[in-house]
């Protein structure tokens, strides 16, 4: 009996004792935490690990730690301040945004370009946009175009494209101020001029094909134009210390039939001319003469005594995209733009770039010595030629399929649709403009 007695009087000082250890436990655990933060423990130095330091210096105390940019991210950056964007080198990609204007109450669209109001149903080359892959192209800001042409003339010289760019500029414009025509003459509306009273820019467009001296082929003469590739076209000339900025235009009249005059009787040779005594050239050195003429028209004739600076750029060869001869029923069926490697820049388009590109490159060196004067490639011939999908097509009258008259439908090729591809031509001219500003600002020590 005792010795049970006893046995559970141990068990219950064990229960006891255990009950007791962690109320004990957490009683000590302040107290050592109050020791240890009032009287720490000094190891030994050696025995502490070792962190590196980072050291700052004083002129960068209040900032933070500077990382090396990554390639791309510094590429972005230069491309951005410093080094020229090459427009050229991009592709076509979906754009949910749309066109920049409302093609049907824009009033200065020609109608053989007003594709949505003669029919066309196939909307969705309205929906791509321009991607350049080493830098961003904005979105046209009329607002911001206006800020830069306040007070100032700008003029579109050349062929039906010079005015197939002017009139989607007006388009894209006319969206925040309405143009007033203030001049016009011409068969077709070949000369004509407006106005934009809320920021006092004229704009104007001058029908000169060649930009050379020229005289055009007719039904009711030769069948072929004749050039002289000496002297530029005065109709647009005289009025050159009134422009503030110019585009010129030309390629495909260089294509027909012609016969070229280095002097008022000097006969150079021609293009495509059979029954004519004359030697057959081609037309790639008739271009080249052609424009190295008007550059150097341009340079000598800056009038010294004008403050204002003149841009000049030169719009490159816009390709065609007939599929089969452009009179034998050729058309552009295709309704999507071509991908990068589907399309290569070659042959004639490419033999035109490259002259028109040399030949810029050549009246900048020139430029320079003169002052006052930036002449700049506005080159959009890639671009235009990965969209076969831009043009009119049949679109170049109303109805085509209702009112055809015949098996033959004629499709246009080479214009663009407006809205259209050609409106990112404005985009490109803007974007250059404005980095041009940012260039006069900084150096301004704005």
């Not at 309704?335 to 810029?360: F, H, Q, S």
């Amino acid at each position: 009996m005792g010795f049970i007695t006893n046995l559970l009087k141990e068990q219950r000082h064990t229960l006891f004792l255990r009950k007791l250890l962690p109320w004990t436990f957490y009683a000590l655990l302040p107290i050592a935490f109050f020791r240890l933060y009032f009287h720490p423990i000094h190891l030994p130095e050696s025995s502490i690990p070792q962190i590196p330091q980072i050291i700052v210096s004083s002129s960068s105390s209040l900032s933070p730690p500077r990382f090396s940019p990554s390639p791309v991210l510094e590429e972005e950056v230069n491309a951005v301040n410093e080094t020229p964007c090459d427009y050229t080198d991009g592709k076509w990609v979906p754009d949910k945004l749309g066109p920049l204007y409302n093609g049907s109450t824009c009033s200065t669209i020609k109608e053989a370009q007003n594709c949505i109001a003669h029919g066309r149903s196939d909307l969705s080359y309205l929906y791509w946009r321009w991607k350049p892959h080493k830098c961003s192209l904005s979105r046209f800001d009329p607002d911001k175009f206006f800020h830069l042409t306040t007070n100032k003339h700008i003029a579109f010289i050349g062929d039906s494209m010079a005015r197939n760019q002017l009139e989607s500029l007006l388009c894209i414009l006319s969206s925040v101020s309405t143009p007033q025509l203030v001049y016009r003459d011409g068969e077709d509306n070949k000369f004509r001029r407006w106005n934009f009273p809320t920021h006092n820019l004229t704009v104007s467009v001058y029908w000169s094909p060649f930009l050379v001296d020229g005289i055009e082929k007719s039904n009711t003469g030769p069948n072929h134009n004749k050039l002289f590739l000496h002297r530029v076209n005065e109709r647009w000339a005289v009025d050159l210390d009134d422009f503030h900025l110019v585009v010129f235009s030309i390629g495909h009249w260089y294509l027909h039939p012609a016969v070229y005059y280095e002097g008022d009787e000097l006969v150079m040779g021609c293009h495509y001319c059979p029954g004519l005594n004359h030697t057959e050239i081609g037309f790639y050195d008739a271009l080249r003469k052609a424009l190295r003429t008007t550059f150097q028209t341009v340079i000598d004739r800056r009038n010294p005594t004008n403050s204002d600076e003149i841009d000049i750029f030169l719009a490159t060869f816009s390709p065609s995209h007939f599929e089969g001869e452009w009179d034998k029923a050729g058309a552009c069926p295709r309704t999507k733009p071509y991908k990068e490697n589907e399309k290569k820049l070659e042959g004639m388009d490419a033999e035109i770039r490259g002259i028109e590109m040399e030949e810029v490159e050549e009246a900048k060196s020139r430029a320079k010595q003169s002052g006052g004067l930036r002449i700049e490639a506005l080159d959009v011939t890639k671009l235009s030629m990965l969209r076969p999908d831009g043009h009119p097509g049949p679109y170049m009258i109303a109805s085509p399929f209702a009112n055809r008259i015949g098996d033959r439908i004629q499709n246009d090729c080479v214009h663009w649709c407006l809205p259209g591809p050609v409106d990112t031509w404005n985009e490109i001219l803007l974007q250059i403009m404005n980095n041009w500003e940012r260039q006069s600002s900084r150096g301004r020590g704005f």
